[in-house]
């Protein structure tokens, strides 16, 4: 499975991202404490993410770019409830999450920096590489060393390398999953969304989304992913080209991302957003575009050359490519940080 398998995670993180930034980023409860791992601060709450339907679609589109050998592949992968659709298990890490053998996976969704600092750093916002960025590093290295090595099976569990590494390939490229710590990511900014109200997280998450297909695509998510192709495929083609790629000795590049998040966190998902503020018209079409764009440039190549980061990670007790509550014990050896 080699090659194929190699394939696969190339059209994952090309295509995965395309439409599964904005639409279904999260919740608040990815700032959940982790077990083992002190965060700043226990993020607890309810589910806002755009919910189940979003993660399904994105996938689903993603699957149908896929060569058949790749669709192959995934499917060998995939645990026997999906039925063969990665759409069925995009939002397992959400779902999981909360659980408590799981509870190591929450601060896995995000990469916050600390209040007033519009930059990302990774030795500093993704302490023992425990967030979103280190976690893509792992999960890639984990699919590619064993497109290499066969022997690798052993150690990782593909499956659930699949279905994080999709899921948080979609996490990076919300703004406020890397937002201030302080505020944790805008879970404590509550504003109001026209008359109700809410959080700027939130907001974030799946208010201007909802927003967008209630006013322009008739409700229809379908609809609304048709329209960002359009525009990937037209009114954007000329931008394309600067979204950027990899570098040659990368097998994944979540760290400009990352860095690209916060920027626009502070410049558009802050901005005017300050705590009791009423957030209407003006904040919603000026802040449309930029979620909109930040859902296609998931679009650029994420794969370099052959090269991979240098870590290794091992599993508690033996591996099992059914779905089982495992947790890993991972060693992060050093690993190339762009």
């Known amino acids: 499975m080699g090659l194929t398998l190699r394939m696969w995670v190339a059209s994952l993180l090309l295509l995965t991202h395309l439409l599964h930034g904005a639409l279904c980023w999260g919740d608040d409860g990815h700032y959940a404490a982790v077990e083992g791992v002190a965060p700043a601060t226990e993020r607890l709450g309810p589910p806002l993410c755009w919910g189940d339907d979003g993660h399904y679609a994105v996938c689903k589109i993603a699957q149908g770019y896929f060569e058949e050998e790749t669709v192959v592949a995934v499917k060998k992968l995939l645990p026997a409830y999906a039925d063969g659709e990665l759409a069925a298990v995009c939002s397992w890490p959400d779902e999981i999450k909360r659980l408590p053998q799981w509870k190591w996976t929450a ?4 990469a916050d920096t600390p209040d007033d600092k519009c930059y990302y750093d990774y030795s500093r916002d993704c302490p023992n590489d425990w967030c979103v960025t280190g976690a893509i590093f792992n999960y890639t290295n984990q699919l590619m060393s064993a497109s290499k090595d066969s022997q690798s099976i052993v150690h990782y569990n593909l499956t659930e ?7 948080y390939m979609g ?3 919300q703004p406020l999953h890397e937002g201030f710590l302080g505020d944790l990511g805008g879970n404590k900014v509550k504003v109001n969304w026209y008359n109700q109200e809410t959080n700027l997280h939130r907001v974030w998450d799946d208010m201007i989304i909802e927003s967008a297909l209630e006013k322009y695509y ?6 609304m992913i048709h329209a960002l192709q359009d525009k990937l495929k037209y009114g954007w083609s000329n931008d394309v080209w600067s979204w950027g ?3 040659l000795n990368q097998t994944a590049c979540p760290n400009p991302y990352a860095s690209e998040s916060i920027d626009l966190a502070c410049k558009y998902a802050y901005r005017n957003a300050t705590a009791g503020t009423t957030l209407g018209d003006y904040y919603f079409l000026s802040r449309l575009p930029v979620v909109e764009k930040r859902i296609a440039q998931g679009r650029r190549d994420s794969l370099g050359s052959d090269s991979k980061p240098n870590l290794f990670c091992e599993t508690e007790a033996r591996y099992r490519m059914k779905l089982r509550p495992i947790r890993p014990y991972c060693l992060f050896i050093s690993m190339h940080v762009s």
């Open 171 to 173: 996490d990076v490229h």
């Open 245 to 247: 790629s990899c570098q």
């Open 107 to 110: 601060a896995l969704h995000f």
């Open 218 to 223: 008739n409700s229809s998510l379908s609809v």
């Open 161 to 167: 390398a699949l279905m994080f590494l999709s899921h």
